[in-house]
């Protein structure tokens, strides 16, 4: 994700900091977003969601642990640690949203395949990065 954009989540959201994974403390450097642009608004959904759930719930936010945001088999992955009862579920709610969201443009999308790698892209997106549909025999993705 462009830094501009991951900057305007740092500054909307201060919890989403990169903490010690052992003890917790904050190493004051945003989280790392690998992903494309197109999950921009996904990622600020997700995260006014937690926030509000923990709002809801009298928790602290800042103890949640963020250990990483990427992109994997074509969807988005938010992997956290010492989490409230609730929020992966949230979290698992976002995760499968995005093999709808194209990654690049943030349109309606599917997962896409070009060699071994998979992405979530709209037509037009995948056209653009020579991405193709995915085939299935049996049920099963080849």
């Known amino acids: 994700m462009k830094q501009e954009l991951e900057?305007?989540?740092?500054q909307k959201f201060s919890w989403l900091e990169t903490k010690n994974q052992f003890t917790g403390k904050n190493l004051n450097?945003?989280?790392?977003?690998?992903?494309?642009?197109?999950?921009?608004?996904?990622?600020?959904?997700?995260?006014?969601?937690?926030?509000?759930?923990?709002?809801?719930?009298?928790?602290?936010?800042?103890?949640?642990?963020?250990?990483?945001?990427?992109e994997k088999y074509g969807v988005l992955?938010?992997?956290?640690?010492?989490?409230?009862?609730?929020?992966?579920?949230?979290i698992i709610k976002y995760e499968n949203k995005s093999a709808h969201i194209c990654e690049?443009?943030?349109k309606h999308g599917k997962?896409?395949?070009?060699g071994n790698w998979l992405k979530c892209l709209c037509k037009k997106c995948a056209k653009k990065y020579e991405y193709y549909k995915l085939q299935s025999i049996g049920g099963k993705f080849i």
């Open 104 to 106: 690049t443009c943030g």
């Open 77 to 90: 992955c938010f992997y956290i640690g010492n989490f409230i009862d609730g929020a992966y579920k949230i």
């Open 7 to 10: 900057n305007k989540l740092f």
């Open 29 to 70: 450097i945003g989280i790392s977003m690998d992903c494309d642009d197109g999950w921009y608004n996904l990622i600020n959904e997700l995260c006014t969601k937690l926030e509000n759930y923990y709002k809801k719930h009298n928790a602290n936010i800042n103890e949640l642990n963020i250990l990483q945001i990427k």
């Open 111 to 114: 997962i896409k395949a070009k």
